[in-house]
């Protein structure tokens, strides 16, 4: 099991609804848990499938925008 905390900051004048779709993709995925802050979110789960599906989601959004994202991941904290 891991912990992602990952924050996006899209670089357009549209980043609330860029943030918004991006939550929503990961919270369709049923095999995580999703915790959404003000200003980060958490994501835990098995690390092949959080790793698998960051990777996609992050490929397909930087096809559309420019975005910058921050992560912290751990295998050691424990999950909220």
Do not use: W
Not at 15 to 41: C, P, W, Y
Request: some cysteine.
């Amino acid at each position: 099991m891991i912990s992602v905390e990952i924050s996006l900051y899209p670089l357009s004048d549209k980043a609330n609804d860029i943030i918004r779709a991006f939550i929503d993709k990961l919270a369709a995925n049923q095999h995580i848990n999703l915790e959404v802050g003000a200003m980060s979110t958490l994501i835990t789960g098995e690390h092949t499938l959080v790793m698998k599906l960051l990777s996609e989601e992050i490929a397909q959004l930087f096809e559309q925008f420019p975005a910058v994202f921050q992560f912290k991941i751990s295998n050691a904290c424990p999950i909220r």
